[in-house]
């Protein structure tokens, strides 16, 4: 398989699942800043995901998977003794669904407007009370948790990944103390720690 990534985007979330998962991989970055988008190898990004964006995930059978909640539901699948997923048709994979599109849905696309130099003010702060207001109700779901179900699922290495543009935007997870210790045990992970070493984040 070969994980389509750039650095601290979307994709390190199914790099880091891919890492926790021991499965072998390779990795190639692309640059979205490029016009066409290229990959490391010089190759046009969109002949590989004509969506424009990352992740994908190219597997050994021609098979190209896109979308962060999709890849890493396939990567934990792939190996099942990690528990990185509830077994399929279990309630407890319905919720590791619900918590991977509530991610998606509300947190991820919740950053859009910050990714623009061109966003107003006024809607960068409406963008951040609404995320506020998501951020205080995960908290409230990890009493007395490590992570979100329990034990470390792919939802974790996802919620991970976005919270950690805030850092980036200059945002600070001060008012829930619950989720900055979440946040630093996710990342003393050693496939977390690998993962941002190697997209030179770390």
Not at 62 to 87: F, I, W
Not at 99 to 113: D, M, Q, T, V, Y
Not at 131 to 153: C, H, I, N, T
Request: overall charge negative; charged content about 20%.
């Amino acid at each position: 398989m070969k994980l389509y990534y750039a650095p601290g985007a979307c994709s390190l979330s199914p790099h880091i699942a891919l890492i926790e998962s021991g499965l072998p991989f390779d990795t190639e970055r692309v640059d979205l800043r490029a016009q066409p988008h290229t990959t490391e190898s010089g190759n046009d990004y969109a002949t590989i995901n004509p969506k424009g964006y990352v992740p994908a995930l190219a597997l050994d059978n021609g098979e190209v998977l896109t979308e962060a909640a999709v890849v890493v539901q396939y990567v934990a699948d792939r190996a099942p003794e990690k528990h990185l997923a509830p077994p399929a048709g279990t309630i407890e994979r319905y919720r590791l669904q619900e918590w991977l599109n509530f991610i998606s849905a509300e947190i991820h696309k919740g950053f859009g407007p910050f990714w623009s130099p061109a966003t107003p003010q006024e809607q960068k702060d409406a963008a951040w009370a609404r995320l506020s207001q998501r951020f205080a109700w995960v908290e409230q779901q990890l009493a007395g948790k490590d992570y979100l179900m329990g034990p470390f699922s792919v939802a974790d290495g996802y919620l991970f990944t976005i919270l950690n543009w805030t850092g980036y935007h200059k945002l600070s997870l001060d008012p829930w103390p619950g989720l900055k210790a979440y946040m630093a045990r996710v990342a003393a992970r050693p496939a977390v720690v690998q993962a941002l070493k190697d997209e030179g984040l770390a």
